[in-house]
């Protein structure tokens, strides 16, 4: 059974304060890690999808990592609009199942 | 703006009840996903279609039910609801299967059961 475990399940930041959030995850074959964005009663907002180990991505504040075992999101000077939950998820290759299975996510808060 | 339309946005019903959720996918994308988000529970994957087909069962009642119809809206039928059916439903969709093509999620049906 797939799992992807996310850390810390919540962090409180100063503006301007860079960190990173960690998925790790346990799945038979990686067919893709996905992050999103989620909002407060908002659907999720895709990031970014990453294939295979050593891949990154970047988006404005925003590095996504990716090693065989565990991904990172890595915020640079993170703003206040940056606050929102990122949740990690993973694609399986095996079977003909092409659902994610979704981490709790992190809770992310940034202070001006 | 993901492309993929939810209805209702909120729906409030008695226990016992059946309710329809709604879902028009993104356009030319065959597969919709239909997943469950409570507060303790984070995103549960409920069930795939594709091209309306059923392509997946994830954490899906008995007393839910979905399917997608030949113009690939779908709809998710839940009966007998409870209390603990109380939720954030959404659904989402992607091209090709989702063969590791992104999959994009609607703005969700909040459902409250009273």
């Known amino acids: 059974e797939d799992q992807v475990t996310q850390s810390p399940e919540a962090l409180r930041l100063q503006e301007g304060e860079s960190s990173s959030l960690n998925c790790s995850y346990t799945v038979s074959g990686l067919r893709g890690l996905f992050w999103y964005r989620q909002d407060p009663g908002k659907g999720p907002e895709f990031l970014f999808t990453?294939?295979?180990a050593g891949e990154e991505k970047e988006k404005e504040r925003l590095k996504a990592t990716l090693t065989k075992k565990e991904s990172f999101l890595h915020i640079t000077a993170p703003k206040p609009e940056d606050s929102a939950t990122y949740l990690c998820a993973v694609q399986d290759s095996g079977g003909g199942a092409d659902g994610l299975t979704f981490g709790k996510g992190t809770h992310l808060i940034i202070q001006p | 703006d993901s492309g993929v339309t939810q209805t209702p946005k909120h729906l409030i019903t008695a226990t016992g009840q059946r309710v329809t959720l709604r879902c028009s996918p993104r356009s030319g994308d065959l597969s919709v996903y239909w997943y469950q988000q409570s507060l303790d529970q984070g995103l549960q994957f409920l069930i795939q279609?594709?091209?309306?087909?059923?392509?997946a069962k994830g954490n899906i009642l008995e007393r839910f039910s979905a399917q997608q119809f030949p113009d690939l809206h779908s709809e998710l039928n839940l009966s007998s609801l409870e209390l603990g059916d109380s939720a954030l439903y959404f659904c989402a969709s992607s091209g090709e299967g989702g063969n590791g093509n992104t999959i994009y999620f609607g703005e969700g049906s909040w459902l409250t059961v009273v």
């Open positions: 990453l294939y295979s």
């Open positions: 279609y594709y091209n309306g087909e059923e392509r």
